[in-house]
């Protein structure tokens, strides 16, 4: 079986540097793979360079096995579709929830859209008074629900998705998270995500892959993430820096006060 | 009219037709509230209304002289006085509503959306695209407008069809330019991202997506100019290139009162100030329809 | 034990809405002796603007009523505002989100450094240089000469924001006010930035109110936690108390976090019916 998405030996230069150098990976069908690295670590621009929105790149990606002409193309476009990090920028601000949710379909020239947004708005677990909003009538949370609404009206099986949960607070993140997990199951999507937070990942993934000034530095399962048994030092120190105060408190070995002395 | 009234406002719309309806109420609710944009509306609709029944409402023939009236100060029977030649300038004035409305909705009909397509074109490719349109535009922008359509007019020929297109020719590249900043702040943006991912094709992205995001500005600009418009109307006449006398063309009006209007001010002033209540309707109206358009600026009122 | 560096009472902050005026902060209280509380929420609970109000920061329309608002024996509501900010930057400073947006970006650091310390003390510029120069050591910039002659794009985020601390710190407050001060950062960047604030305002003996979204990252450098929602203090807790925790809504918050060893399969969501807006 091909797998859901495969990049092999991908650059992508802007300027004269190389801000991808040679990342390869594949993601099974059906699987959440994640691709995690600090800001200059080329992480997002892999994203770009797979739905063909970085203009200078070579090497090869392969969609269910198939080199897609990508961007703009109608194929591609139901086969993979992108969430973006900002749920503020990635709405249209003068279009109601209704009319960015059929435009995939008009485009496509898919009938029957009227209950097709009401079904997905459902399935985004978003009520049917958010329909005919605008954007800026909806919480972070409702606009990213909205996102995740449009990138599933043309039913992809690969969802890319770009840091979906940053510019959200915890409380929504978990709710969006959630979604995430439960449109993977209910639907069989295959997800490729882009995120600095490896916690998320260890939520929403099976496999990761650590970036480093654009080269892939370490590929593992996540049982590795979760007992924190990265072979390279650099995916290792990532790991130790990522881990909040929380997961010290939980390990009820380390101490919650600093240990440093007050200062009266 | 209470139950209208929820339908409306309902929170939850039932249809998009319902939801549409809803809209347009909102936005003419918040049109009410605004009493410069009502104040425009009322000077505009009484612009079209008084060119619609023109003949009707004029006391006197807008062509028809008597010398032995000419230069008569405003009194009873000529509410705003007589011009040169004898002829009622309320009268001319009401007829002159007609030129001028048909001038101003001409240039405005087509050089607005022939600036705003260069422009969103222009800003949404960028690169070469971008650098020979906004050349072009550059080279329009630095000409004098007058004098670009005086060239024109003397190319095509005098009258008030050719003055209208040659004031459309030299109003376009304000626009463009507008479109063009408009459309480079949100070319980049995630949601332009976000349509081209579905498939759309780039017309399709720049007359759905991208024009309505410029539409307000341009639509400020363009009740600004219409002062502008009215103006270069009247120099093209005065020059002989535009409406062709005894046309009563309000540009043409006032150049013709310049002669007299040491001693008789009337013959000048009351076109003159046709033409200013006239620019202030489309300007306050203009303002009015930016706040209005934009669903945040409504929601914020 | 003397009264404490400050002392609020009531703050009340409202905006004027469509409908009336909106609460947004609704009668926040607290003491702050030289210890480092944290002032916890999502947005839209105030944690910011409670922040800004204690340097009265707040502009119409929004409106700030206090009952008490005392900082070293000075009632600050009362003070003029020339009075005021000889207070602020001075004695009492705030460290922004993002260094990007809060650095002059047509000035280099060294000069602006130098002039957060010379709108406060008058000194010979040799001795200003020196300052300053000792102050980017301080925040642990190695090669203090260089960076002061940069601008601040030429420096990354990180740095930028270990500069905007050294500028705060300059004039040597008793109060450093961060608001989220590590959000726009890496988490490895994060910890060392947060671990010079903290070294800073022990080594001073300052007082600190961090602000944040993150509970357990102000629960780890702060002693005391306030968490706040929609315009409330729900819960104040010893910030070693955190798993104590009592009140549903910092439970929730707890819980809504991911782990790094992730075995749930789906996270606890809040109930937000009660607050859901139109």
């Known amino acids: ?264 | 009219m209470g139950a209208m009234k929820l339908w409306l406002t309902a929170d939850a719309p039932d249809s998009r037709w319902q939801a549409q309806a809803g809209q347009i109420y909102a936005i003419s609710r918040s049109f009410a509230r605004n009493p410069l944009a009502m104040l425009g509306a009322v000077i505009v609709g009484l612009l079209v209304l008084v060119a619609m029944f023109a003949p009707w409402l004029a006391p006197y023939s807008p062509t028809g002289q008597n010398l032995s009236m000419r230069l008569m100060p405003p009194s009873a029977e000529n509410w705003l006085g007589t011009d040169e030649l004898g002829r009622d300038i309320l009268s001319r004035i009401i007829h002159g509503s007609r030129i001028t409305l048909l001038i101003v909705v001409m240039v405005a009909v087509i050089s607005a959306p022939l600036g705003l397509l260069i422009g969103a074109i222009a800003g949404y490719f960028g690169g070469w695209t971008d650098r020979v349109l906004m050349a072009v535009t550059d080279v329009f922008l630095s000409l004098p407008k007058l004098i670009m359509a005086l060239a024109f007019v003397a190319a095509l020929g005098a009258g008030l069809q050719n003055a209208i297109i040659a004031i459309a020719v030299t109003a376009w590249p304000a626009y463009a330019r507008i479109a063009r900043a408009e459309t480079l702040t949100f070319r980049n943006s995630e949601f332009i991202a976000a349509v081209q991912l579905q498939g759309a094709s780039n017309m399709r992205i720049i007359g759905l997506h991208v024009l309505p995001l410029c539409m307000s500005s341009t639509i400020i600009r363009v009740t600004l100019d219409m002062a502008g418009i009215i103006l270069t109307a009247a120099g093209l006449g005065f020059l002989g290139l535009g409406a062709q006398p005894p046309l009563p063309e309000w540009g043409a009006m006032i150049s013709r009162g310049r002669s007299f209007i040491l001693d008789q001010w009337w013959v000048a002033t009351m076109p003159g100030l046709a033409i200013i209540i006239i620019s202030l309707g489309f300007c306050f109206l203009g303002d009015g329809l930016r706040d209005v358009l934009d669903p945040r600026q409504r929601d914020g009122r | ?278």
């Not at chain 3, 002796?33 to 609970?45: A, D, F, N, P």
């Not at chain 3, 409670?50 to 119409?60: C, E, F, N, V």
């Not at chain 3, 080594?203 to 702060?222: F, P, Q, T, W």
């Open chain 1, 1 to 264: 079986m091909n797998p859901a998405l495969h990049v092999e030996n991908l650059f992508v230069r802007y300027g004269r540097v190389d801000v991808v150098k040679g990342v390869s990976f594949s993601v099974a069908k059906g699987k959440s793979y994640a691709l995690v690295g600090e800001s200059g670590s080329g992480k997002s621009t892999i994203l770009r360079a797979i739905v063909g929105m970085a203009p200078d790149w070579r090497g090869k990606t392969l969609i269910d096995g198939e080199t897609q002409v990508a961007y703009g193309n109608l194929d591609f476009a139901r086969h993979c579709q992108m969430v973006f990090q900002d749920p503020y920028a990635s709405l249209h601000p003068r279009r109601t929830v209704d009319a960015t949710l059929l435009e995939p379909l008009k485009i496509h020239g898919i009938g029957g859209g009227s209950a097709k947004v009401a079904d997905m708005l459902e399935a985004v677990g978003l009520d049917r008074r958010f329909r005919y909003r605008f954007p800026h009538q909806l919480s972070g949370g409702q606009r990213q629900r909205v996102a995740i609404a449009r990138a599933l009206m043309l039913e992809p099986h690969l969802l890319l998705l770009d840091e979906p949960t940053s510019a959200l607070d915890v409380s929504v993140q978990a709710e969006i998270l959630n979604l995430l997990v439960r449109l993977r199951q209910e639907r069989g999507l295959t997800y490729l995500l882009v995120t600095h937070s490896l916690p998320v990942v260890s939520f929403l993934c099976d496999r990761l892959g650590v970036l480093r000034q654009g080269g892939m530095v370490e590929q593992a399962g996540i049982e590795v993430l979760r007992e924190g048994t990265f072979a390279k030092p650099y995916a290792q120190e990532l790991y130790a820096s990522s881990l909040g105060a929380g997961d010290r408190a939980r390990q009820k070995s380390l101490p919650m006060a600093p240990e440093t002395e007050k200062d009266v």
């Open chain 3, 1 to 278: 034990m003397s009264a404490p560096l400050l002392q609020l009472r009531n703050l009340r902050v409202s905006f004027s809405g469509p409908r009336g005026p909106v609460d947004v902060v609704k009668g926040v209280s607290f003491d702050l002796g030289r210890e480092r509380l944290g002032i916890v929420g999502e947005s839209g609970s105030g944690k910011s603007l409670t922040g800004r109000a204690l340097l009265r920061l707040l502009k119409p329309p929004a409106r700030v009523t206090i009952d008490r608002l005392v900082f070293d024996g000075m009632d600050l509501p009362s003070l003029n505002e020339r009075q005021m900010r000889a207070v602020r930057g001075a004695r009492i400073s705030l460290v922004m989100q993002d260094p990007k947006y809060s650095l002059n970006p047509v000035m280099t650091i060294g000069v602006q450094i130098a002039e957060a310390l010379r709108l406060h003390e008058k000194l010979p510029r040799r001795e200003i240089h020196a300052r300053v120069c000792d102050m980017l050591e301080q925040v642990r910039i190695d090669d203090p000469q260089h960076v002061m002659k940069l601008y601040p794009h030429q420096v990354s985020g990180g740095m930028g924001q270990r500069v905007m601390i050294a500028m705060m710190l300059i004039p040597q407050p008793d109060i450093l006010i961060a608001d989220e001060p590590t959000s726009a950062l890496d988490v490895s960047v994060q910890a060392q930035v947060l671990d010079l604030i903290e070294q800073m305002i022990l080594k001073n003996g300052m007082g600190l109110i961090l602000i944040s979204h993150d509970l357990e990252l102000v629960a780890r450098y702060c002693d005391r936690v306030l968490v706040m929602r929609q315009g409330e203090v729900v819960e104040e807790l010893a910030a070693d108390q955190l798993h104590a925790a009592r009140h549903p809504y910092t439970k929730g918050l707890l819980a809504a976090v991911p782990r790094m060893n992730e075995t749930r399969t789906v996270l606890p969501v809040m109930d937000r019916s009660e607050v859901y807006e139109t």
